[in-house]
């Protein structure tokens, strides 16, 4: 009984291509993220929904769309993949409260080629 | 430009003994930290918190203490076990919470038998 499960866990892919990740969580949370962790091991994040809702989008190329279709999955479409994509994406929930700790998937690595 | 620095990429400590593992920030609205531990092919979890109008948070072997005017906090793991090998992350927030964490790049800490 994963609580927060993301799949692929691996995802290898060309230059160009379009793919999706998916998230889930079974704790209840409303509020769900996306996180990048880069060839730096910097964990940055992406997007932020609570209860289907877009709260945060930190600068990210419109090339990636998270959708939320009820709060407990948000997913994410990447178009025309680059090289530079290539990178670990982690999927994290939180339960409402300022400062709630997030409970993160155990990640997808993207290998863009 | 990184807010939250963690200067040691690895850190290397006897079993029984203390492991002191360290954080730097630049940001002065930050008012929450969190320390996240990682083990390899899975997603951070959520280890310690501490607010700004503490100095110190204890948690059974973890210890967590923040000096504000000097933006740096540390964890304390007493006495460091086996199992506490992994990828520590700290991580800070503002106004915003949860809702938008700044983390390091990690500290690799190695406990040897």
């Known amino acids: 009984d994963t609580a927060v499960s993301q799949t692929p866990k691996y995802l290898v892919t060309q230059m160009g291509n379009d793919k999706s990740i998916k998230c889930e969580q079974n704790l209840g949370h409303d509020t769900m993220y996306w996180y990048k962790q880069d060839s730096k091991k910097f964990l940055k994040i992406m997007f932020s929904?609570?209860?289907?809702?877009?709260?945060i989008n930190e600068t990210v190329p419109n090339r990636f769309s998270p959708k939320s279709p009820d709060k407990a999955h948000l997913n994410l479409h990447i178009n025309s993949l680059e090289l530079g994509d290539s990178a670990v994406y982690f999927c994290?929930?939180?339960?409402?409260?300022?400062?709630?700790?997030?409970?993160f998937g155990n990640g997808t690595r993207l290998t863009v080629t | 430009d990184q807010q939250v620095k963690q200067n040691s990429p690895s850190l290397s400590v006897q079993e029984g003994r203390i492991s002191i593992l360290n954080c730097d920030y630049t940001n002065s609205m930050f008012d929450y930290f969190l320390w996240y531990k990682k083990y390899p092919a899975e997603g951070p979890t959520f280890l310690i918190s501490i607010s700004s109008i503490k100095d110190k948070n204890e948690d059974g072997r973890f210890t967590v203490f923040l000096n504000k005017s000097a933006k740096h906090l540390s964890l304390h793991i007493v006495p460091s076990q086996p199992g506490d090998s992994a990828v520590y992350f700290c991580?800070?927030?503002?106004?915003?919470?949860?809702?938008?964490?700044?983390f390091g790049q990690g500290t690799r800490l190695t406990i040897n038998p």
């Open positions: 991580a800070a927030s503002g106004i915003q919470g949860a809702q938008k964490l700044v």
């Open positions: 929904y609570n209860n289907k809702e877009l709260i």
């Open positions: 994290a929930s939180s339960q409402e409260g300022l400062n709630s700790p997030l409970h």
